[in-house]
Each structure stands twice: as C-alpha cells, then as structure tokens.
C-alpha cells in the first residue's frame, strides 16, 4: 500500500516542476526582453545623437568651403579685371575680331565681350581681357581713338563686389529752384494795427 501511495504521488511533483520551470522561463524570457528593448532604445538614442554631431560638422565644414569659394573666386575674379579694360561708344555693328584687332598693338587679347541686352541687340560697350597686366596700360593710350568712325573711351575695368553698390551723388539740377515757405501778407489796415475809426458827428452848415 505505500509502494502505491508513494507512485501517486510522484506525477504530482512532476507537475509541479514543470510549471514552476516554465514560469521560470517566462519571467527569464520577459526579462531578456526588457533588456533587449534598453539595449535598442540606447542604441537608437547613440544613432541619433551621432547624426546630429554628423550634421552640425557637414553644416560648419560646408560654411567653411563656401567662405574660402568665395575668397577664391573673389580674388581670380580681381585677377581678371586687373587684365582687362573697358571700352565704351562702341559702334552697335562692330564685332568682337574688329574690337580685337584695334587693340592687338596692345599686348595678347585673350577674350572680348561686347554686352548685349535681352534681345540680342548689343548696348554700344564691350570689355577686352588681355593674358598681360602690361597690355592695359597700352590700352589706355587708345583712349578717344576711333572705331567705325566713333571716338572709344578706354578706362581700367572696376571690379564689382557683390552686396555693395558704389554711391553717386545727384548732380544739381540748374531748372529747378528750392521753393520758399509760404508767408501771408499781413492785412492792411489804414488805421493802424488794432485801432477802430472813430464816429464822427456831421457838422451842421452854419453860414453866419
């Protein structure tokens, strides 16, 4: 009778076992699914905070790329101008090769450009790049020399700084005259200022 007491009693502690071992792997497994969930939320939280530092290095390395452009592109483009000349009242039927072969006296022409505007039709002003600095100041003693029969005025081209605009003062215009302040004319008053006329009496004709 004990022998079958004691077998009864054996699948009940298995029982026992089994489920206190897999609620011990449930509360296991919740467990290293919580660190697990950590572990992602720190590593997208690094990620993050890597971009970030990633983005404010691109953004001063772009700014620091654009300023010496800049710089750079300034100064070719004074580089430039320090070669060139301009060249005004130029006839609206002259070419470049015929602006080119008035100036080639000068020194070497590397490039000439006669400006036009919207239409096609050119503003009567052109530019002359030479590959010399010398050549400019040959250039200059062209000044008021002719070209299809027009006088040319030759100056050394000016460079154009972006964001500043040379001041020209307004010339005086010799037609118009500064308007004075409007004045009244006092009211004239025969009897003086703040005086009334005084009644008079008719006087009776009394001939004795």
């Not at 992602?40 to 993050?48: D, S, V, W």
């Not at 990633?54 to 483009?77: F, I, N, P, W, Y």
């Amino acid at each position: 009778m004990e022998d079958d007491v004691d077998m009864s009693s054996r699948p009940e502690e298995d029982e026992n076992t089994e489920r206190s071992a897999k609620v011990c792997a449930k509360i296991s497994f919740s467990q290293e699914l919580e660190d697990m969930k950590k572990r992602l939320k720190e590593i997208e939280e690094e990620a993050g905070a890597l971009r970030e530092m990633q983005a404010k290095v691109e953004k001063e390395m772009g700014a620091v790329q654009d300023s010496s452009g800049t710089s750079a592109s300034l100064a070719e483009k004074e580089e430039v101008d320090a070669r060139s000349i301009y060249v005004g009242n130029v006839d609206y039927a002259c070419t470049p090769e015929e602006v080119q072969q008035h100036f080639q006296s000068c020194g070497t022409v590397n490039r000439v450009t006669i400006l036009t505007d919207k239409f096609g039709q050119p503003k009567g002003f052109a530019y002359v790049e030479f590959v010399e600095v010398d050549a400019v100041q040959n250039a200059l003693l062209l000044n008021e020399s002719e070209l299809h029969g027009r006088q040319l005025k030759v100056s050394a081209k000016r460079t154009n700084i972006p964001g500043m605009k040379q001041f020209r003062g307004r010339r005086p215009n010799p037609f118009f005259r500064s308007r004075r302040p409007f004045m009244p004319v006092p009211f004239y008053q025969p009897y003086g200022y703040g005086r009334v006329p005084r009644f008079r009496r008719p006087t009776r004709y009394r001939p004795y």
